[in-house]
């Protein structure tokens, strides 16, 4: 197929390279000439301007935008939108919040054009792993899409087999699903940053147990020098609290078990936030991923060695370099 890629920053330059790799055409514009340089270099086609990229997209056009959410999204949004056709698609992959999708659909169904919202999780390892996606909008829009999403997506892969998987019929073992309506793929893709915001959270504070094992606070026979490399290592063997995210643990401490590269400042992008926020409007206790939150609030002020192992994870799946700051640090 051919699709238009707007904005080609860690995540839009990969998307990029995996569907040119599958055999699609790509048209691709950013604020950075060298950006769509490196791209068109690559074999994508290069563009000066939406208007321009919207004019080497072939009816029915699709254009994907990966660029941050909140104003910049809105704006290209906005502006794609006053180019494009009735039958045309926009896409939203980043990390808008649903309830703007449910805006933007009605406002590009006046116009008769697709809005399809992507929630997609995958970070800088993308390229090669592939992209989870969760995707909403109308189903006309995402059917036609398919070639792409497939592209994009992990594929089975060599991960077990769930029993009784073949009952649901759908994509969700290719690792991409239609969620519903529009909203809904940014909706689950929110919670999903939710709980990760929880798993994260449980590493940091066990591991940060484990680097206070020998705390002056503890009688002498309760102290252990532990080897936290090799903790990580080991639960990575057959244990039930392996994961990707244990993975990368595991290589920010054997690159350096003191993590003394990282501050311990841990930001939170707003999809933790949107999810505490839906979990009260429809009364649902969420303890855990609200003190979650909260524990990455607390990090501006004070930092321990579980706000660095926060850090040190945000690095690893998606080159997220937090600030270093003046405050102290335990």
């Excluded at 993308?126 to 592209?151: N, S, W």
């Excluded at 147990?209 to 490399?229: G, M, T, V, W």
Aim: glycine share 12%; charged share 20%.
């Amino acid at each position: 197929m051919q699709l238009g890629m707007v904005g080609l920053g860690r995540m839009g330059a990969n998307m990029t390279r995996r569907l040119m790799r599958g055999g699609h055409k790509l048209v691709v514009s950013d604020r950075s000439a060298d950006a769509i340089k490196q791209l068109g270099d690559e074999g994508a086609t290069e563009s000066s301007s939406l208007q321009d990229l919207v004019a080497k997209l072939g009816p029915p056009r699709a254009a994907w935008v990966m660029v941050p959410a909140g104003d910049p999204t809105e704006t290209t949004v906005q502006s794609l939108l006053s180019l494009m056709q009735a039958g045309d698609t926009i896409i939203d992959g980043g990390n808008s919040y649903f309830k703007d999708d449910v805006r933007r659909s009605k406002m590009c169904a006046a116009k008769s054009v697709h809005y399809v919202d992507v929630g997609t999780s995958g970070g800088v390892w993308g390229l090669e792993r592939g992209y989870c996606m969760m995707i909403g909008g109308p189903k006309e829009a995402v059917q036609r899409l398919d070639p792409i999403f497939k592209t994009l997506a992990p594929g089975i892969g060599d991960i077990p087999k769930t029993p009784g998987v073949e009952k649901l019929g759908g994509t969700s073992e290719q690792g991409y699903i239609h969620c519903g309506p529009s909203g809904s793929g940014h909706f689950v893709k929110m919670v999903h940053n939710g709980i990760e915001y929880g798993i994260m959270q449980a590493y940091a504070e066990g591991f940060d147990i484990f680097k206070n094992a020998n705390s002056n606070e503890l009688l002498a026979d309760y102290r252990y020098e532990l080897n936290l490399p090799e903790i990580a290592e080991v639960w990575r063997r057959g244990s039930v609290v392996s994961s990707w995210l244990l993975d990368l643990t595991a290589m920010a401490l054997v690159e350096n078990p003191t993590l003394s590269e990282y501050s311990g400042f841990v930001q939170d992008s707003g999809e933790g936030r949107w999810t505490i926020q839906a979990a009260i409007e429809a009364a649902v206790p969420a303890e855990v991923l609200t003190a979650a939150l909260y524990a990455r609030f607390r990090s501006r002020q004070e930092h321990t060695f579980a706000e660095k192992m926060l850090s040190a994870m945000r690095q690893k799946f998606g080159g997220h370099v937090e600030p270093k700051t003046k405050t102290k640090t335990v």
